[in-house]
């Protein structure tokens, strides 16, 4: 039986015809020894035809198509045009070797060409790659690199298809240097209450904020100074005018040292600092709220910003987070203490990241462990919505941390709490105004997830009623009847 190559490359589609399989013998052990020599290779195999692609959007278009195991219209027409036609009611004298199995599937199914693909076939189409400029005269080798960068570059930007506005980095370094400022506010704020104490030791009690604390060190400078004008001003800062006359009147009876010039603008320009980076931290916060609502508004409606962003963090990548069982994700942070337990053969720990949390910190003591197992579990649910959702919406998040507190009233109260299935159902109802009404009058939904093979639920959309389905590899949303 006689068999035929389809090689696959960047400039286009090529049959060859392996005509000579005697000369370099029928094992794959004697077709790989003969690949590297291209003068025994060429008596083995042919070039039949070579179907050049029109332009780089249709070599897109056909890598996208073999990629996912389909054959294409120009594919089927190439290949019947150039392979021998069997007689009616006979079967084909020659088979098609491919590399890919699906597409060789496809074309069989369609076609009724038979093909394989197995280790011999693949040891030949790999001597065709290696020697594919030499069977085509036109094409120069430069001319082959220059078409498979291009198409490699392509491919890669469809597949990942990179969307500014949900960089999940952001959020990762965000969140990093949000825990720097923190962690230098503070040394730096005791810094200026202790360096300003020895001038004004009184101040520190009057006020414990510490931004207020270094607002009032600039204002102030010199105790010696403060008047009764000055409590107006004074007011403005702290919001009170009887702590500002508490703090003229201790200025007036302080105890501290006197500084020099010198050492008082030394210290006014460091508590200028210190208001500097604690308004910039707010701006900062600020910048991680609007991101997490842009990238993860689910997560953000369940556990807030901040935790959600560090459940990010400590993953990754939000797509390492929706790819967390809600067990891995419940003890996140906590790995060191799992291991220790694992160990030690001990207690393992009941929760990681997510104990900052105010659900966890509201739930009894008795019942943290089970408060913070649910809370994962809805978490996970809440960041694969987030991360395989072309749509942003919220509306999830809000459901789900509606299920997070009525299962706190449960534990407390024994307030029995409502069914998962008609929470989802609530959820699509609240999404009705975000439906779309297509040309056949059938509703639409707009928000649709891509991939969501860990899911357990979806809907299907009938008659304005969501219906539960048990496929694990549904898609979320957008299945329409």
Known sequence: MALYLLFESASGYGLFHAYGIDEIGQSVEAVRSSVLDLERFGKAVKLTAFNPFSSAVDALNQCNAISEGIMTDELRSFLELNLPKPKEGKKAKYSLGVVEPKVGSHIAEVTGIPCQSNEFVQELLRGVRLHFDRFIKELKESDLE???????????????????????????????????????????????????????????????????????????????????????????????????????????????????????????????????????????????????????????????????????????????????????????????????????????????????????GRASTKNKGRMARYLANKCSIASRIDCYSEASTSVFGQKLREQVEERLDFYDKGIAPRKNLDVMKAAINSMVNGASIDDDGKHRLIPSIRNASSFNFCFLWDNGLPIPCSMMSALFFNICR
Not at 147 to 153: E, M, P, T
């Open 146 to 360: 220059k078409a498979q960068l291009g198409l490699g570059h392509s491919y890669s930007r469809a597949k990942v298809k990179f969307n500014v506005n949900r960089v999940d980095n952001m959020v990762i370094q965000a969140i990093f240097l949000l825990d720097t400022l923190d962690k230098d506010i503070n040394s730096f704020s005791m810094r200026v209450r202790e360096w300003f104490s020895w001038h004004f030791p009184e101040l520190v009690k009057i006020v414990n904020d510490n931004y207020l604390y270094a607002k009032l060190a600039k204002f102030i400078v010199n105790k010696s100074d403060l008047a009764e004008k000055d409590i107006p001003a004074l007011a403005d800062i702290v919001g009170d005018e009887d702590k500002a006359k508490e703090i003229v009147e201790a200025a007036k009876a302080s105890m501290g040292q006197d500084l020099s010039p010198v050492d008082l603008i030394n210290v006014q320009q460091f508590a200028q600092r210190v208001m500097n980076l604690s308004e910039y931290r707010k701006n900062l916060y600020e910048y991680l709220v609007t991101k997490m609502n842009d990238i993860a508004p689910n997560l953000t409606s369940l556990i807030g910003e901040v935790v959600g962003a560090r459940l990010i963090s400590h993953a990754g990548s939000l797509s390492n987070l929706a790819k967390c069982p809600a067990s891995t994700l419940q003890i996140l942070g906590a790995e060191k203490a799992l291991f220790r337990a694992l160990k030690t053969r001990g207690n393992t720990p009941k929760y990681g990241l997510i104990f900052h949390s105010s659900f966890i």
